[in-house]
Nanobody, 130 residues
Framework: QVQLVESGGGLVQPGGSLRLSCAASGSISNFYTMAWYRQAPGESRELVAGIHSGGRTLYVDAVKGRFTISRDNAKNTMDLQMSGLKPEDTAVYYC????????????????????????WGQGTQVTVSS
């Protein structure tokens, strides 16, 4: 099972930008789908964006036009470029590597369903505040 490590989180003012990275311990080319999810305190883990091995992408409406997901199969990394950040973007951001079809990624993941989706990283905190 591949190990995933997120980095790049931090504190940023509203309107600012951050770039999150997810580094895998092994090849990600075999994973159909990689995705970013986020979880705010007291909330469920929710989908942010996903990317297929061929490059096709999916974004939830709340981040369309502000976030860009990318993956580099040669470097075994996935990034999330975030701009125009808002306080409501504050959450722990998790990366996922799995085999669920892009258009079947769940919008919200129940804790008991996490492992069914694939491998997760430990998360990186993003705080948007003035």
């Amino acid at each position: 099972q591949v190990q995933l490590v997120e980095s790049g989180g931090g504190l940023v003012q509203p309107g600012g930008s951050l770039r999150l990275s997810c580094a895998a311990s092994g090849s990600i080319s075999n994973f159909y789908t990689m995705a970013w999810y986020r979880q705010a305190p007291g909330e469920s883990r929710e989908l942010v964006a996903g990317i297929h091995s061929g490059g096709r992408t999916l974004y939830v409406d709340a981040v369309k036009g502000r976030f860009t997901i990318s993956r580099d199969n040669a470097k075994n990394t996935m990034d999330l470029q975030m701009s125009g950040l808002k306080p409501e973007d504050t959450a722990v951001y998790y990366c996922l590597a799995g085999f669920t079809a892009l258009n079947r990624l769940p919008q919200v993941v129940h804790p008991l369903g996490l492992q069914d989706l694939g491998s997760w990283g430990q998360g990186t905190q993003v705080t948007v505040s003035s």
